[in-house]
């Protein structure tokens, strides 16, 4: 097997590359279905990330974003029910054999999960912990995966990476244990990076250095796939947003403009809940999803609601450059 | 209403329990009447253990405790408990201030039942009354805590809470584990009941734009301390110490994108 010298010169991030479709996602639906009921979860998402967007998914509890991200990551229970295209730089996701799925997760697309005390290994050295895809991939012998490791947790932060690497999740406070979880997702140099709440359950200092770290170290060639329901954080660290609501995405477009001029009334209700706009409620709450509205899913909640809205589903349409919706005011 | 006097409180460990850790030191605060104090702090900084020092939860090691003229800190038995209702505390997580084995016809009768609120006959219509004033329907009551969703939870809390008519509540960050949408739905309406029944409230949170909107003055926690008290206003706009300034910027700082959403609120 070929062993490149060091992840971080194999050049697979060709710039040339940079614009085009690396993920593309079509028709998705996951449907989890239960003794009682059928819920779900993601309903008919279409979603093209190009190589090095820095994509953000924004959207409620409950919304299917996390759903979304485990999709790709192929790691959803065996009682979801999973159809329509995931397509991973020209290879369908969803009909792969398990083999490959192995081998892609990690070294092609890997994921900063949410930030709990439960992530990790509680009786693993986080040094053992971040080298083990290294090994489990191939890609190096156990003594320059250790060396690999010490030289990635110099660069995110560590003051000592020897002494770093050699303790146990719990001797490591949120914002450290943070940065374990971005080793543990960088350290195969892998293109796509999904990161889910990346910095929910931070203080406010430490939440802005971990922003920091993830644009200065995670981001730069590399496609990054956010899920938050932090509107602060998607606008720091994104250039696109996909905002969804009830199982699919409502409005997409650059983020500076959607935040700016939203067009979904969801979207516009969700930035005036924001505490510094004055804490402007949207009346009633998202519809379950084993029982969704026929027409618009947001219809019930939403003010500028006609009676087109409660008969009809809006389908997602192009309004003005780069931006969608799925509204029947922009007809 | 509740004046707490240079609270401090140490907890002790180790052989021979030597090794001390100051959790609140010499804090001294006072709330007036239907106001509201924030209290702003990182975790760990102490906020939540001198809320609870307010209620007499935790008994502080030196200072005192005064609710409505009485001192709490000397208070004992049935005395203390005759006070109890008066006081009470809101939780962040519903998940584990609601028992999950009560429905939510039970756990809301449970404390008018125990301080003789209501009788059998009006338990039903008090309990939906309540939970009307927080905004939720009456289809609820049978169900159970897992069967709601997290703002509805917090909900339930909240009325728990009011059934007792308090005069004071610690809210401890009640709203962290709710989404944006759903925490501007409680807060706004924690803030009407404050109004309608004239309830003073200590607030503490991390999120300093959430203390922003609540709080009539703002006390700053560092390391058990207060280092910084004043008006919102002050406090946002002319920090003095350089720690709270360091929270402003992280607070505001990454979110610059958000004045422009101000404007354009002002100018619609």
């Not at chain 1, 320059?144 to 110099?154: H, N, T």
């Not at chain 1, 947003?241 to 516009?268: C, D, N, Q, W």
């Not at chain 2, 280092?227 to 709270?244: A, F, K, N, V």
Request: proline share 5%.
């Amino acid at each position: 097997m070929n062993i490149p010298d060091s992840l971080e010169n194999a050049n697979r991030n060709n710039p040339e590359a940079k614009g085009m479709a690396l993920i593309q996602i079509a028709g998705l639906k996951v449907v989890f279905s239960t003794r009682s009921e059928k819920i779900r979860a993601v309903d008919t998402v279409d979603l093209t990330i190009n190589e090095g967007d820095t994509l953000g998914l924004i959207g409620e509890s409950g919304c299917g974003k996390t759903v979304m991200g485990m999709a790709m990551m192929g790691l959803l229970p065996t009682n979801a029910d999973i159809s329509g295209i995931i397509r991973y730089a020209g290879k369908d996701l969803l009909t792969a054999p398990e083999s490959m799925m192995q081998k892609m997760r990690g070294r092609e697309i890997a994921m900063i999960s949410q930030n709990s005390a439960n992530t990790l290994n509680p009786v693993m050295k986080v040094g053992d912990q971040i080298a083990e895809p290294l090994l489990i991939h191939h890609l190096y012998s156990a003594d320059e995966a250790k060396k690999e490791v010490i030289r990635l947790l110099g660069a995110l932060g560590f003051e000592d990476p020897v002494q770093a690497a050699g303790r146990y999740p719990h001797e490591f406070s949120g914002g450290m244990r943070e940065r374990v979880l971005i080793a543990l997702a960088l350290i195969c140099n892998p293109r796509v990076i999904i990161a889910d709440e990346p910095t929910s359950g931070l203080d406010a200092e430490v939440k802005i250095e971990i922003l920091h770290l993830i644009k200065e170290k995670v981001t730069g060639n590399r496609t990054l796939f956010l899920i938050t329901h932090d509107l602060g954080t998607a606008s720091f660290l994104c250039t696109r947003l996909v905002v969804m609501y009830a199982g699919e995405i409502v409005e997409t477009g650059p983020t500076k403009e959607v935040l700016s001029r939203p067009f979904h009334p969801y979207t516009k209700g969700l930035l005036a809940s924001l505490p510094s706009a004055g804490l402007n409620t949207i009346p009633g709450t998202s519809p379950s999803p084993s029982s969704l509205p026929a027409g618009c899913r947001f219809s019930e909640r939403c003010i500028a609601a006609m009676e087109r809205c409660r008969k009809e589903h809006p389908p997602m349409k192009e309004v003005g450059d780069n931006r969608q919706v799925r509204c029947f005011l922009y007809d | 209403m509740i004046e707490l006097e240079e609270i401090t409180k140490v907890y002790s460990r180790g052989f021979l329990r030597r090794q001390k850790t100051i959790a609140v030191n010499n804090v001294s605060i006072s709330i007036k009447r239907g106001k509201t104090l924030g209290l702003v702090g990182e975790s760990g900084s102490g906020k939540s253990t001198l809320g609870r020092i307010a209620l007499r939860l935790i008994e502080p090691s030196s200072g005192t405790v005064r609710f409505d003229g009485i001192d709490l800190t000397r208070l004992k038995g049935s005395k203390l408990r005759k006070l109890r209702p008066r006081m009470q505390i809101l939780f962040q997580d519903p998940d584990t201030s609601l028992d999950p084995r009560m429905t939510i016809r039970e756990c809301m009768a449970e404390p008018l039942i125990i301080s003789n609120r209501a009788g059998p006959e009006e338990m039903e219509d008090r309990i939906l009354g309540l939970l009307g004033q927080v905004g939720l329907q009456s289809d609820l009551i049978d169900r159970y805590p897992f069967e709601i969703s997290g703002g509805q939870k917090q909900r339930v809390a909240l009325a728990r809470v009011l059934s007792l008519d308090p005069d004071f509540i610690v809210a401890d960050e009640p709203t962290a584990a709710l989404d944006l949408s759903v925490q501007a739905q409680v807060l706004s309406l924690i803030k009407s009941i404050q109004k309608k029944s004239n309830l003073t409230i200590l607030f503490i949170s991390h999120d300093l734009q959430v203390i922003e909107q609540m709080s009539d003055s703002i006390a700053v926690m560092h390391h058990g301390s207060i280092i910084e008290q004043g008006t919102p206003q002050d406090i946002l706009h002319m920090p003095m110490e350089h720690y709270t300034r360091n929270l402003v910027a992280a607070a505001y700082g990454s979110d610059a994108w958000l004045g422009k959403i101000k404007d354009l609120r002002a100018k619609s």
